[in-house]
């Protein structure tokens, strides 16, 4: 683990140059999350958090990843699934053993704040023989061959396992750092596949602004929520800073939420999952 923040470290001073000012104003005022909104809570139903399997054809071996269903959780109905991506030193269990995903959104629910959904923690390097542990250049590749490993493999995958709706308003993608550009080249790109997207403190794989989104048009009429988010404090704040002035540019609503002071961290990760699952698969008020 030292090892792998040294090497991002080194790809963090590598890839960025000088940092702009702080956005003085944001699209909604975001407030901070309650005490206690990440532990487990006593008297609350809980989710469950399973490690799962499955075929990819995209690298020619089978493939892990964690799976969250909300608590009474049933095949008698159908529900929407969000895709929560890791960063650059991670895998499927990253947001588990750092995050608490399951933990927020049990509290969210029992607070009647959030839709139950499933949340899928997949493994976002599509490699046979690349880990955490390898070097920056050599992980790159893998992180952007997961984009056909998550719609070709994972999605149905998950859509056969799971009772879950299939149509692309159910569906969202979101992640951290590196799973934050991932979900914006991604999302972006899938417009088709994906109505709910979320990059959180995305780090320097985001696609440069101009080529993010090829069509405003079309991403105006598709997207039902486009978050980014990032800490003011974070030495990647520059790309989502520079996001969100070209959606700002192109007239494309979005939520953007600069958390003052907020560094590169899971304080900062798990407060955006406590803010983003919120507007999921609802309407924007």
């Keep these: 683990m030292r090892d792998s923040v040294l090497r991002f470290g080194t790809w963090l001073a590598l890839a960025l140059t000088t940092i ?8 909604r005022k975001f407030t901070a999350p309650p005490d206690r909104f990440d532990a487990r809570q006593e008297g609350v139903d809980h989710g469950k958090i399973e490690l799962v399997e499955y ?29 929560l991506l890791h960063g650059i030193g991670g895998d499927e269990n990253e947001w588990v053993r750092q995050g608490s995903p399951d933990f927020i959104l049990d509290n969210l629910y029992a607070d009647k704040k959030a839709i139950p959904m499933i949340v899928v923690l997949p493994n976002g390097r599509a490699a046979k023989d690349v880990t955490a542990r390898d070097p920056i250049p050599k992980q ?37 750092s590196m799973g934050g550009g ?30 993010l989104i090829k069509d405003p048009e079309e991403a105006k009429r598709k997207l039902r929520l486009l978050y980014v988010a990032c800490g003011d404090k974070d030495g990647l704040f520059r790309i989502s800073q520079g996001v969100h002035n070209r959606l700002d540019e192109k007239k494309i609503p979005h939520l953007y939420n600069v958390i003052s002071g907020g560094g590169h961290d899971f304080k900062v990760w798990k407060s955006d999952l406590y803010h983003f699952a919120q507007l999921l698969f609802q309407e924007q008020k």
């Design 140 to 176: 790159s590749p893998a992180f952007a061959a997961f984009e056909k490993d998550l719609l070709v493999d994972l999605i149905p995958f998950i859509e056969k396992t799971y009772s879950v709706k299939t149509d692309r308003e159910s569906r969202a993608l979101a992640g951290l």
């Design 20 to 27: 702009p000012g702080v956005a003085q104003s944001t699209d």
């Design 182 to 211: 991932q979900s914006l080249n991604f999302g972006l790109n899938n417009l088709d596949t994906f109505a709910w997207v979320g990059g959180f403190s995305s780090a320097p794989n985001t696609r440069p602004p101009a080529e």
């Design 55 to 83: 075929d990819s054809t995209t690298i020619g071996l089978r493939r892990k990843a964690r799976v969250y269903t909300p608590p009474g959780y049933t095949t008698d109905r159908k529900y929407p699934v969000l895709y």
